[in-house]
């Protein structure tokens, strides 16, 4: 804050940076009226649900990709000694406050989509348990992501192709893409459970795939599975290092 120009300038970038995205999805719609059934204003309530969590995330604790830097440095060394979990150090190493303009941006949106769509006031409990289990999936996502460092030592962008890559996914609807995609994201890395499962309940819509109703209210279930995965590989992987050796 000692620079307070340079910051409110980032934030603004920040801003305007992520506001292409909302900007591709004008595009698609001014040459249609539908994205594989859903109108402009589902698919901009799509993306604010999913932006917002991965917003929080990136801002929070995308830092902790940068494991790998501190392994091959050795100052992951002076984190393991301090009272602190090496996690949250990890997080908050070069915190970037500028990041929240994203997270603006990302409510915004969100707001904008929560005001013009006509809603059943009694789905809108949904939205806050799905930005939770958002928050949570991406975290969880971000975490295995720097335990899985501990092994490969120097691999962040494969990291971001499943961080970066699953906040771009989770943008639109997820009839768009292949059955079998479709069934990873679900099954397996429950990125559906961030915007997509939950929305159909709230939209009131029917999943074009065919997936049983009650498995849009497990996203709280499968954040809590992923997360304790992570926690436990984040663990392994801490207690399996063993410094640089210099």
């Known amino acids: ?24 999805i004008l595009v ?6 539908a994205l594989a059934g859903f109108t402009r204003d589902e698919v901009l ?3 604010g649900a999913a932006g ?13 990709d940068r494991v790998s830097q501190h392994i091959r440095a050795g100052t992951l060394d002076t984190m393991l000694v301090r009272p602190v979990g090496t996690w949250i150090q990890l997080a908050a190493d070069r915190f970037a406050p500028t990041r929240a303009g994203r997270v603006l941006q990302a409510a915004a949106v969100l707001g904008y989509a929560l005001a013009v769509l006509d809603l059943d006031a009694g789905r809108l409990w949904m ?14 996502i971000w975490t295995l992501g720097g335990a899985a460092q501990f092994l490969l030592t120097d691999a962040p962008e494969v ?33 559906a459970f961030v915007n997509w499962q939950p929305a159909l309940y709230v939209l009131d819509r029917d999943d074009p795939f065919g997936t049983p109703g009650f498995v ?19 663990r392994q ?4 290092y063993r410094s640089t050796g210099s």
């Open 127 to 140: 939205v806050p348990v799905m930005l939770a289990t958002g928050t949570v999936i991406f975290a969880a």
């Open 52 to 64: 917002l969590p991965f917003a929080l995330c990136d801002l929070l604790v995308s830092n902790v």
């Open 237 to 240: 992987g801490i207690r399996h």
């Open 45 to 47: 309530f799509l993306y």
């Open 216 to 234: 849009r209210f497990l996203g709280p279930v499968a954040a809590a599975v992923l997360a304790l995965l992570a926690g436990l590989a984040w």
């Open 28 to 33: 698609i719609f001014s040459h249609t009226t």
């Open 1 to 24: 804050m000692a620079y307070r120009a340079s910051f409110a300038l980032m934030v603004v970038l920040g801003v305007c940076v992520t506001a292409t995205d909302v900007a591709v």
């Open 159 to 191: 990291i971001n192709s499943f961080t970066y890559g699953g906040g771009q996914l989770t943008q639109y609807p997820l009839s768009v893409y292949g059955r079998d995609l479709v069934r990873g994201v679900t099954y397996v890395l429950p990125l």
